[in-house]
Nanobody
Framework: QVQLAESGGGSVQAGGSLSLSCVAS????????LGWFRQAPGKEREGVAT???????DYAESVKGRFAISRGDLKNTVYLQMNNLKPEDTAVYYC?????????????????????WGQGTQVTVSA
């Protein structure tokens, strides 16, 4: 079992920035494809950004150029820097993990195939 602990988030006005952090733990020496996903009220969870163990990244079209995902020195940490936030970015953001053999491209588009999720952190962007 892997545990995911998110931190960060909060409330900001449109145009502002926020950052999220996540640490994956539970398997000694395991490595994971990691990503950020979000779910707005009344909508399904969607992929935001993912990064695989080789550092390849993938982004939802709606956040390209505004968000940046990265891994920490400890490979089971992942960050999401969110700039130029918009009201439509408002959602609960979840950190997710998939086995290391999964590509960032596949994980972004098929998150529900994998069962490892954090508890979520709220991001609210006001107009």
């Amino acid at each position: 079992q892997v545990q995911l602990a998110e931190s960060g988030g909060g409330s900001v006005q449109a145009g502002g920035s926020l950052s999220l952090s996540c640490v994956a733990s539970g398997y000694t020496n395991a490595e994971w494809c990691l990503g950020w996903f979000r779910q707005a009220p009344g909508k399904e969870r969607e992929g935001v950004a993912t990064i695989d163990i080789d550092g390849s990244t993938d982004y939802a079209e709606s956040v390209k150029g505004r968000f940046a995902i990265s891994r920490g020195d400890l490979k089971n940490t992942v960050y999401l820097q969110m700039n130029n936030l918009k009201p439509e970015d408002t959602a609960v953001y979840y950190c997710g993990a998939a086995p290391k053999t999964v590509s960032s491209w596949y994980f972004l588009r098929n998150p529900e195939h994998f069962g490892y999720w954090g508890q979520g952190t709220q991001v609210t962007v006001s107009a």
